[in-house]
């Protein structure tokens, strides 16, 4: 139930993590990059970062959402 989970949460994640996580972690790159002082931008490095992050968490919790619905369906089935 837990792969299911994941797998139904695949497309959204994706989907978040390039409306969300390449914006915000672009601006993180770009001002984390100017604070350190290094000569190259970061915007590369997050919109990586951010994309990796956003889909880790949006699958992290497809997961979970799989796996207490099935403890609910079992708990249910042991119930009866």
Not at 15 to 44: C, H, I, K, N, S
């Amino acid at each position: 139930m837990v792969i299911a989970g994941i797998a139904a949460a695949l497309i959204p994640a994706l989907m978040l993590a390039v409306a969300v996580g390449a914006p915000l972690g672009g601006a993180l790159g770009r001002q984390l990059f100017r604070e350190l002082g290094l000569p190259t931008p970061g915007a590369a490095f997050g919109v990586a970062c951010g994309v990796a992050l956003v889909l880790a968490l949006v699958l992290l919790a497809g997961g979970a959402l799989g796996l207490a619905l099935a403890r609910l369906w079992e708990s249910y089935r042991n119930s009866r």
